[in-house]
Nanobody
Framework: QVQLVESGGGSVQAGGSLRLSCAAS????????MGWFRQTPGKEREFVAS????????YYADSVMGRFDISRDLANNTGYLQMNNLKPEDTAVYHC????????????????WGQGTQVTVSS
């Protein structure tokens, strides 16, 4: 069983930056792709970004392309989401996830989910 815990959320002004972390425990994430999703009240969960288990390939939603950067540290069993040039529409609860297939993450399916961290961007 894998536990994922997100951190790094907070409140920033538009144009600012935040770096989210996703710490995994319970087992190594070697072999697992990682991803980030976000959700706002009344809306469906939205794919943000994903990365293959070795970090060789990354995927982004069009809405964050060029502003967000996903990465991971296998040695520390941690994933990251660097968010730059934040916009008010990026406000959401951000969840990290892990799955044996990066393609499952692309369609919103994952073996493991974190509880989420709130990101609020003011104009």
């Amino acid at each position: 069983q894998v536990q994922l815990v997100e951190s790094g959320g907070g409140s920033v002004q538009a144009g600012g930056s935040l770096r989210l972390s996703c710490a995994a425990s319970g087992r190594t994430l070697i072999g697992y792709a990682m991803g980030w999703f976000r959700q706002t009240p009344g809306k469906e969960r939205e794919f943000v970004a994903s990365i293959t288990w070795a970090g060789r390939s990354t995927y982004y939603a069009d809405s964050v392309m060029g502003r967000f950067d996903i990465s991971r540290d296998l040695a520390n069993n941690t994933g990251y989401l660097q968010m730059n040039n934040l916009k008010p529409e990026d406000t959401a609860v951000y969840h990290c996830a892990a799955d044996s297939s990066v393609w499952n993450l692309r369609i919103g399916s994952a073996d493991y989910w974190g509880q989420g961290t709130q990101v609020t961007v003011s104009s």
